[in-house]
C-alpha cells in the first residue's frame, strides 16, 4: 500500500454523554471528556484502559456508530461527519473480540455481498493465516459454516474475521480486543495474521490490558500507546523495563518478570504498587552491584 493511501486519524478534544437528546437529565456524566489521541498515516496505535473507560466508544465515533458532543474526529483533516458514511465505513476494517460469522459458505463469509473476487479473498485468507486451515475442509472455500453445519475453533472464526475485514484493502485497522477471548495457542496464531494484517495500514488496538500486547510491544509493532487511567501509566512503563531486562537476561528477570505481568492482569493498585518498587529495588541493586564490581576490578 503507498504513502498516499494510509489515513492519519485525529481525535481532539472528544466529549460524549452517550444520552438521548430529547431525554432532560438533571447531571450528565461523560463517557468520553477531553480526550485528544492520534494515529499517523501507517502507524499502529494501541488504546489501553480498564471496562467502561470509553475504549470501544473511541471506535463508534470513529465510524459514527454515535457522534462526539463536542470536539471533533478527524481523517486526513477532514471532520468525519463531512464525509458520506458509506465511503467513510468503506475506509474501515473491524475485528471484533467476538466474530460475527453467519450461516453460508467461507468464501460468503468472507466477501459479504462487497464486489471482491475470488483471488482477492483468498490473498485476504493467507494473510489472515486462515488458507491453509480452509483448504483443509472438503470442500474448501465452499464450506458451508453455521447452524447444522460445520463449527470452527475460536482461532479459526478469528482468522476469517479478520480476512473479512482486510478483504476489501481497507485503509484504517480497528482491532477491539481482537484475541481476548482465545486461548494461548489461539492467540499466538491470530496475533500473527493480526501483525500480516496491519501492515502498511493506519491500525487502532483497543486491549483491556498492557499483558495482551507485551509481544508487540517488544517486537516494536506498536509505535504509539494511549493510558486512560494514572494506574495504568506505571505498569506500563514497568512492562518497557522489564522486556530491556527480559533482552539483558539478568538474573532473577524472569522472575520480576512474569510477577509484572501478573500485575497488569490485577485490578488491585496495592499489588500494581508493589511490585514497581520491587522492579526499582532491582534495578538499584544491580546499579549498585555494576559500580561495586566495577570499582573492585579497578584495584
Known sequence: MTDNQRICILLRRRGYYGGKK???????????QDLNWVAEPGE???????SGCGKSTSIGLLTRLYDCDSGSVLLDGHDVRSIKTNDLRKMIGIVQQEPCLFSGTIRENIVLG?????????????IAHAH???????KGYDTVIGTGAISLSGGQKQRLAIARAIAARPKILLLDEATSALDSESEKIVQLALNRASRGRTTVVIAHRLSSLKDTLHSGGIQRVYLTSLRTRP???????CSILRGLEL???????RYV???LNKTSATFVSFMW???WLYIALGVYAWIFLTAAVSF
Open 235 to 241: 505498569v506500563f512503563w514497568a512492562c518497557l523495563i
Open 22 to 32: 430529547d431525554v432532560q437529565v438533571e447531571t450528565e456524566t461523560p463517557v468520553l
Open 277 to 279: 518498587l520491587a522492579l
Open 251 to 257: 538474573p532473577l528477570c524472569g522472575f520480576l518478570v
Open 44 to 50: 499502529t496505535v494501541a488504546f489501553v484502559g480498564e
Open 132 to 138: 491453509d486451515f480452509i483448504m483443509k475442509l472438503d
Open 114 to 126: 462487497r464486489p471482491i473476487t475470488d483471488e482477492e479473498a483468498e490473498e485476504a485468507a493467507r
Open 261 to 263: 505481568y501478573e500485575a
